[in-house]
């Protein structure tokens, strides 16, 4: 099942990337990000959304940086939205914020470990966007089934479903690819979040870790299991990110890894 967003469709057989910084630090950043990676998508013939996160509530601890709030960060979002004319995803982390977002995002991105809020989830649904849930590093993939349910009965059919890693002891995620067939079989287009997969929670202390080096491995790994959709943090330099910089990907490198990317997701098609 492929849905359908601005001029595009998502699940069809062109390869959709949602892609830009971790969360809203400055204006010059997200410019250059959505900038850059357009250009690559236009020049690659892949479909493009651009994401950040205005504000990233779950976070390892209370002094890591979040983003700057709801108000200032979708008034940049909005900004990105009109001056490059791409398609919007961000995060909601509580029902209220749900149709707020909804004035500017094109796609309702509910965060991993929120994925069961059932509150959460209606409200995404209510606002008539796209509603990607992002599947818990808790969950096994058949276990998705019963969060579909919750937007399809709160009327939406717009729903994409993405796959970040599951918990494998402490600090360390690990990527079953049978997922992605699993929840493919739902009957609605399946996201793989390189970026996430490659974290390590918590190994920081007070703070995140990670490890780009296996962020191709895994996003090509995802294209050859079927996946509709690829999820990627990129940064013109994630050594200076103020989040998640471990895991980002540099921008200057995205070209190569969506180009290597599309080869296989059109094999495979």
Avoid: W
């Amino acid at each position: 099942m492929s849905i359908k967003l601005k001029n595009f469709e998502i699940g069809n057989n062109k390869l959709t990337i949602l892609a830009g910084p971790c969360a809203v630090e400055s204006l010059d950043i997200m410019r250059e990000t959505a900038e850059g990676l357009k250009k690559v998508c236009e020049k690659l013939g892949i479909n493009y959304v651009f994401k950040c996160s205005y504000d990233k509530a779950n976070r390892s601890s209370i002094t890591s940086y979040r983003g700057l709030g709801m108000e200032k960060g979708l008034e940049y979002l909005a900004q990105i939205k009109k001056e490059f004319d791409v398609p919007i995803v961000t995060d909601i982390h509580t029902p209220e914020q749900a149709s707020i977002a909804a004035e500017v995002a094109d796609i309702i991105q509910i965060p991993a470990f929120l994925c069961r809020q059932t509150d959460l989830l209606v409200s995404a649904a209510k606002t008539g966007k796209i509603v990607n849930i992002k599947k818990g590093q808790f969950l096994a993939p058949e276990q998705m089934k019963s969060l579909v349910k919750k937007v399809e009965d709160s009327g939406n059919t717009q729903i994409m479903l993405t796959d970040r890693g599951v918990t494998f002891g402490y600090n360390n995620l690990v990527s079953d690819f049978r997922a992605i067939p699993i929840m493919k079989g739902f009957g609605y287009p399946v996201v793989f979040d390189a970026t996430h997969s490659v974290q390590m929670p918590g190994s920081n202390g007070d703070s995140t870790g990670g490890d780009r080096r296996f962020v191709p491995v895994l996003a090509k790994c995802a294209m050859a299991a079927g996946a509709d959709v690829l999820f990627f943090e990129v940064h013109p330099n994630p050594d200076k990110a103020l989040c998640d910089g471990p895991n980002m990907l540099f921008l200057k490198d995205a070209e190569e890894v969506f180009s290597k990317c599309k080869e296989i997701f059109e094999i495979v098609r």
